[in-house]
Nanobody
């Protein structure tokens, strides 16, 4: 069982940055792939970024490439999402998730609001 707690969301202006954190419970954090997803009002939850257990492999949705960076610190059981050059369209609830195969574990989400 993995419990995930996101933090770091907030209200920023367009062009500014935020760093989200996701703290995980458990002693096997490095075995899990970790991802970030987001859900905007009235829309479905969509994939944002994923990082392998070792941290050596990452992948991003096209709409965040070059602006967002996912990273992890396995010693701290934490995954991060550095978000730069934020746009109003990035406004959403951001969720972190963990997987061995499927995305089985989810956090409660953290709100990110970008004003124009």
């Amino acid at each position: 069982q993995v419990q995930l707690v996101e933090s770091g969301g907030g209200l920023v202006q367009a062009g500014e940055s935020l760093r989200l954190s996701c703290a995980a419970s458990g002693h096997t954090f490095s075995t899990y792939g970790m991802g970030w997803f987001r859900q905007a009002p009235g829309k479905e939850r969509v994939f944002v970024a994923v990082i392998s257990g070792s941290g050596r492999s990452t992948s991003y949705a096209d709409f965040v490439k070059g602006r967002f960076t996912i990273s992890r610190d396995n010693a701290k059981n934490t995954v991060y999402l550095q978000m730069n050059s934020l746009e109003p369209e990035d406004t959403a609830v951001y969720y972190c998730a963990a997987r061995l195969g499927n995305w089985d574990y989810w956090g409660q989400g953290t709100q990110v609001t970008v004003s124009s």
